[in-house]
């Protein structure tokens, strides 16, 4: 069984300042990582992803995330917060079969001019 | 490519009252899943299906029934609508090739039972 914790429901950040979302998981298999992001009324795109290889990925608008099997964590960070990066973000996980996704509870994120 | 579309957008129910969500995918997608949104528990699994004929349950299935008779479509039925089932639906496909992984999300449907 997978499941996945998001650390703070909501996250404020000036503009230009850094972005960290952090998320921590939990898999009795390896696991595949996903970040997604939802703007207002929308579905979810997918940010960046981690199945093999090199652990820190590097995903759409600026974004990247470091696998670190030691921490359990699947940290999503940006250096310097846009405007347009307001939204909320989800952290995801798969076992190796993926057939199914578990989903932290969310992250949102507000940018502060 | 349409990607993954999901019919109708909005839907209003009243309790007892059964319907079909539609979702489709253009892109030859073996997986294909539907989700529901609420406020504060993120996205939870329904149903999943690996294939056309095969189906199985997620996280929270019960009060819906799904059913793949092909690959392109994978339809969400409410049997008899109750207002906990008031959410958002996301229906969601993806290759299930190593390369692949993600899924590709539908824009939701906003579903109200009163």
């Known amino acids: 069984a997978q499941s996945v914790t998001q650390l703070g429901s909501h996250v404020s950040v000036s503009e230009g300042a850094l972005v960290l979302l952090r998320c921590n998981y939990s898999?009795?298999?390896?696991?595949?990582l996903f970040w997604y992001v939802q703007y207002p009324n929308q579905g979810l795109q997918l940010l960046l992803k981690?199945?093999?290889?090199?652990?820190l990925v590097k995903g759409i608008n600026g974004f990247e995330a470091e696998f670190k099997k030691s921490e359990t964590s699947f940290h999503l960070t940006k250096p310097s917060a846009h405007m347009s990066d307001a939204a909320e973000y989800f952290c995801?996980?798969?076992?190796?079969?993926?057939?199914?996704?578990?989903f932290g509870t969310g992250t949102r994120l507000t940018i502060i001019p | 490519n349409a990607g993954v579309t999901q019919t109708p957008k909005f839907q209003v129910l009243k309790t007892g009252q059964s319907m079909t969500l539609q979702c489709a995918q253009d892109?030859?997608?073996?997986?294909m899943s539907w989700y529901r949104q609420d406020p504060g528990m993120g996205l939870r699994l329904i149903h999943y299906?690996?294939?056309?004929?095969?189906?199985d349950q997620g996280e929270v299935p019960n009060g819906y029934n799904v059913s793949r008779s092909t690959t392109e479509d994978f339809p969400l039925r409410l049997l008899s609508a109750a207002p906990s089932q008031t959410s958002v639906y996301f229906c969601?496909?993806?290759?299930?090739?190593?390369?692949?992984?993600?899924?590709?999300f539908g824009s939701g449907t906003r579903l109200t039972v009163v």
């Open positions: 995801a996980v798969s076992g190796v079969g993926n057939e199914k996704l578990t």
């Open positions: 898999s009795s298999v390896p696991p595949y």
């Open positions: 981690y199945t093999t290889g090199a652990t």
């Open positions: 892109m030859n997608h073996e997986y």
């Open positions: 299906s690996v294939g056309a004929g095969i189906t």
């Open positions: 969601a496909s993806n290759t299930g090739a190593p390369s692949h992984y993600g899924y590709t």
